[in-house]
């Protein structure tokens, strides 16, 4: 076993230098981002929902005009509930114009979209598609949507974190939602969007965080009057209280002898970690591709902040460029488990399974060939990487899109 490590960890290495980040993966048309915040109770009961998407530039073509970039696109949201009926639709169409080819192959530059729909109170789908208008490439995702425990009675919408951004965000003006709740580290701090439907009397209003080690780092308490049976609150997050890597806040509300809790787990983007990342202890355990066994017994035998610093010299060893803010080893790892826990999951999470594993190894393959046995009912796959001369065949013998490796990979065993 440590032969094969530094034989996969240069693997991954060659991968990243010839590029293969820029190869685009099949369907990265899919690779947009959905999400929908309820943040009031309209005049007719209505849920009002803010819709945003986020299209992130490698999921488009972009086409070389004068002295830059410009990709075109089409995007489709719609909210259905599970029978079918329609209860919103909106259409953008969008131009995207960038100075260079990086730019365009990025990953962490994004187009926002977003409006506003007044939805029932029920369990609902949003629907949303893009169209690449150049190559005419669509890609579909679906999110559920349950707003059914906000139909009657009182209660608190789910927390929403912000910053400021100057404009129409939908919520609030001059203030855009964190999308997926990822915040770099910001001594400005940030805002907490707390809103509901409480009885118009008296209430306090807790605020408290936590840290990794579930220890509180803040409180504060507020007192207020609902002089409305609708609420809302912007609460200040000092930028100096959310510590580590994942943090938690806890919004709770008692009016009378009655107590209503939300709870939003946040992940900080440190200096030094991956974007993809979410959580640590997944991240630390998600090297078991690359990290050999003295290291892994180390992360073992560690404590909670030692298990993390062990985690930052574990990719210091093998930044190949220590000189820039980015480890583009780490990034470009990462990104592949999180393209492997979003396209392979089936039983087990993505990054655990055959497809998921030689994924995260050698990147997205250059081919795919697929084939069907009509005698045995099996169906399989064959990824060909030219540039290292192999290929790997995966079958599927349930039918339900568990796909395993027809020959295990040399190693694999001992993961």
Known sequence: MKIMRPI????????????????????????FRMSAIAFAVGDDEAIKTAIYFEIPNFTLQFIKQDSGFVADFE??????DKEGQQYGRFIWERQVT????????????????????DLPARELVLIGE?????????????????????????????????????????????????????????????HLFLAGRLAREEYDLSILAYDNADELTWEQQYSFVATDNRVSHIIDIPGNVLEGINARILARINQGDQAYDQVIKITIVNP????????????ISQLRYIATS????AFDDAGREEQEQLFREFWEKRDETPNTVRNELMDEYYFRVR??????????PGWRTDMGMIFIIFGPPDDIERSYSSASRYTGQEWFYYSINRSFIFIDQSGFGDYRLATPYYGQGTW
């Open 339 to 348: 393209y492997a826990n979003e396209h392979f999951s089936t039983f087990i």
């Open 8 to 31: 996969i960890i240069l693997a991954l290495i060659l991968s990243v230098a010839a590029g293969q980040r820029q190869k685009k993966i099949r369907d990265n048309i899919e690779q």
């Open 98 to 117: 960038v100075n260079d080819y990086r730019e365009s192959t990025s990953r962490t530059l994004f187009t926002t979209l977003h409006t506003i729909m």
């Open 130 to 190: 893009l169209m690449d208008k150049d190559t005419r490439n669509r890609g579909q995702n679906e999110k559920e949507i349950d707003l059914s425990e906000f139909g009657s009675g009182n209660f608190i919408f789910p927390l929403v974190l912000l910053r400021n951004q100057p404009g129409n965000w939908g919520i609030v003006d001059d203030f855009v939602p964190v999308f997926n709740n990822k915040i770099p580290l910001d001594d400005n701090g940030y």
């Open 294 to 297: 003295e290291e892994l017994e």
């Open 75 to 80: 995007v489709v949201c719609s909210v259905r």
């Open 272 to 283: 030094g970690i991956s974007e993809s990342i979410n959580n640590i202890d997944d991240a």
